[in-house]
Every structure is written in structure tokens, then in C-alpha cells.
């Protein structure tokens, strides 16, 4: 259970939100989605997969390019045991899934209000006491989408409109002849 809370706490990096009113939660709510205590606008994979590293975790091995799958252990986050990450050719995540069945009310509950804990009241969907289908949406482009009303319960991480490296059509002569 102590693997639980640590990941939930490193996963959505929650500061803590007084839920004395309304107001006070949504003037501390984040402003921006994280995934795994990073902000998901323009997040390179590698760094991802560092910061997964520090936390114990590994891929799976892949044979789809641009997709990688992880497992968080057999109890997860509430109940969510997987993480697909998928990512454009750049390198940078687009999206990033994740799921599991959770058969505990109480863990679905406690998921929805960890969010939104996290990030205020939902753009759009519903939650009613942490149980529903709910959608986040970031002015950086980025969104949340939380569907937790029934026991398959996924996250939907999307940055829709991630970098992409761009070639600029000139030859670098310099670097060319250092390479021998």
C-alpha cells in the first residue's frame, strides 16, 4: 500500500489543496496536465522514460514503433496498472494512456478526487464524488480525459500538438567535416 501512495504522490505530484471551499481549490488548482510530475506539453520521451526509470519502472519490450508499455505493479495507482505511452516521430509524447481494471469503488473515488484535487473542476464530463467521466483541458494545448464509471478505468493524456523537430533544408558544412 506504502508503494501506492508514493507513486500516486509522484505520479500526479500533488501539492496539498485545502478543500475547505470551492474557491480555494480553484485558485490552487495546476494550471498545466503532468504526467508522472512532468508537464506534458512538449515532454521528450527520453525524458519520460527517465523519470519512469527513477521510479522503478520498466517498458515492455515493443514492437510497434512510437509505442511503449509499462507496468505499475500489480496494485498500480487505485487500481490503474498501465501506462501505454505513445509518441510521434520526433520523439516528443502525443499521448499517453493509462488504464486498468479497478473493481473498488473507493479507489475510483479516491481517483477522480485526487484529479480534481489536482486540477480544479472539469472543463467538461462530469464527476460526482470522484466517480465519471470528465475531460480537462489546458490553454498550452494539452488535455485530461478521466473515465472512471465503470470498473475499466482509464487517463488519457493528450498533448495535441506536440514538437516535431523540423529540418531546415541548409547543410551544416562545419559539422560535416569534423565527421571523418
Not at 2 to 21: D, Y
Not at 105 to 113: P, T
Request: hydrophobic share 35%.
Amino acid at each position: 500500500m506504502s508503494f501506492c501512495v508514493a507513486s500516486v504522490l509522484a505520479v500526479f505530484s500533488v501539492a496539498s489543496v485545502s478543500a475547505n471551499t470551492s474557491n480555494d481549490m480553484t485558485s490552487r488548482a495546476s494550471s498545466i496536465a503532468e504526467l508522472f510530475g512532468l508537464s506534458l506539453n512538449d515532454l521528450s520521451l527520453e525524458r519520460l522514460e527517465k523519470q519512469l526509470a527513477t521510479m522503478g519502472l520498466r517498458s515492455y519490450p515493443s514492437y510497434k514503433e512510437g509505442v511503449v508499455s509499462y507496468s505499475l505493479g500489480p496494485e498500480g495507482i487505485f487500481g490503474v496498472t498501465n501506462a501505454t505511452i505513445y509518441s510521434n516521430s520526433s520523439g516528443y509524447v502525443s499521448q499517453a494512456l493509462l488504464s486498468g481494471v479497478v473493481e473498488s469503488n473507493e479507489k475510483r473515488k479516491a481517483l477522480g478526487d485526487l484529479l480534481e484535487k489536482k486540477y480544479g473542476a472539469p472543463s467538461g464530463g462530469y464527476l460526482n464524488k470522484g466517480i465519471g467521466r470528465s475531460t480537462w483541458l489546458f490553454k498550452d494545448g494539452t488535455l485530461i480525459e478521466l473515465h472512471n464509471s465503470t470498473f475499466d478505468v482509464s487517463i488519457l493524456y493528450v498533448d495535441e500538438h506536440p514538437r516535431e523537430v523540423t529540418r531546415s533544408g541548409q547543410i551544416d558544412v562545419e559539422a560535416l567535416s569534423r565527421k571523418k
